[in-house]
C-alpha cells in the first residue's frame, strides 16, 4: 500500500483545513487495519493525532486535538480524512499518514507505512 497525504495549506487561527490520505492497493487494506494521522514539528518527534480502525470506523484522537479534529474513511475510495477545526498555530507541523497493520494504534512505532507528509500552517 502507498499513501498520498494531501490538502496542508497556510491559514489562519480559528479556520479549518481538511487533509487527505489516499491509499493505492497493490496490497489489501484489511479490516484489522489501522489508518493513522501523525504530525511532526519541527525539532519535536512524531506524535500521534488521529486514527480509524478500517473495519468498524472506531476513532481515537489525541487529547490536544479532540472535539476539534475528525477523522472518518471512505472505505471503497480507499480515503481517509482529516478535518480540522479551530486550528491553533500550535497545531503547525507536518502531518503524515500511515497504515498499522498490527492494529496498534498511538505509538510510530505500531505503523509500517508512511505518506510523504503534508505542511500545515496556521498563523496568529
Known amino acids: 500500500v502507498q499513501l498520498q497525504a494531501s490538502g496542508g495549506g497556510l491559514v489562519q487561527a480559528g479556520g479549518s483545513l481538511r487533509l487527505s490520505c489516499a491509499a493505492s492497493?497493490?496490497?489489501?487494506?484489511?479490516?484489522?487495519?489501522?489508518l493513522g494521522w501523525f504530525r511532526q514539528a519541527p525539532g519535536k518527534e512524531r506524535e500521534f493525532v488521529s486514527c480509524?480502525?478500517?473495519?468498524?470506523?472506531?476513532?481515537y484522537y489525541a487529547d490536544s486535538v479532540k472535539g476539534r479534529f475528525t477523522i472518518s474513511r471512505n472505505s471503497a475510495a480507499n480515503m481517509v480524512y482529516l478535518q480540522m477545526d479551530s486550528l491553533k498555530p500550535e497545531d503547525t507541523a507536518v502531518y503524515y499518514c500511515?497504515?498499522?497493520?498490527?492494529?496498534?494504534?498511538?505509538?510510530?512505532?505500531?505503523?509500517?507505512?508512511w505518506g510523504q507528509g503534508t505542511q500545515v500552517t496556521v498563523s496568529s
Open positions: 500511515g497504515i498499522s497493520r498490527r492494529g496498534g494504534l498511538r505509538s510510530v512505532a505500531d505503523y509500517n507505512e
Open positions: 480509524i480502525r478500517w473495519g468498524t470506523g472506531g476513532t
Open positions: 492497493v497493490s496490497g489489501r487494506i484489511f479490516s484489522s487495519h489501522v
